[in-house]
């Protein structure tokens, strides 16, 4: 019998955890949910769980690109030039404009907290 999973959550580390969250709020969306020792955000279905560096811990920097392990997150939204116009009036970086990559499939990629890359999708579903 295979194996079979859910996706649960995406755990991050932040320096400042409630930054983190008010930009997944204020810029994606998402809900703020308080728990003990981090936040936690809903984001369109899943929990994305912040937590602090725990005091003056050192961390790695990033790798520059390209790179192996985990590249971007892949978000889903309709009319994805609206949403990029919204958020760039927020004053959202973007490191690609949304540009259509193949019939039916629309993207841009933003840089999120921490640096994090997230890539917003829409697919026209006559394609798919």
Request: include cysteine; aromatic fraction near 4%.
């Amino acid at each position: 019998m295979p194996v079979v999973v859910t996706w649960d959550h995406v755990h991050l580390r932040s320096p400042d955890p409630e930054a983190t969250a008010a930009w997944l709020r204020d810029i994606l969306g998402g809900e703020v949910v308080r728990a003990p020792g981090r936040i936690d955000v809903n984001l369109g279905g899943a929990k994305i769980f912040i937590a602090s560096l725990e005091g003056d811990n050192a961390v790695n920097p990033p790798p520059p690109h390209p790179h192996q392990g985990l590249d971007h997150l892949g978000l889903t939204v309709k009319d994805i030039d609206a949403v990029a116009a919204e958020i760039k009036a927020k004053g959202v970086t973007f490191t690609r404009e949304p540009t259509t990559i193949r019939p039916g499939v629309r993207i841009c990629f933003i840089r999120g907290p921490e640096g994090i890359s997230i890539e917003l999708l829409e697919r026209d579903k006559k394609y798919t």
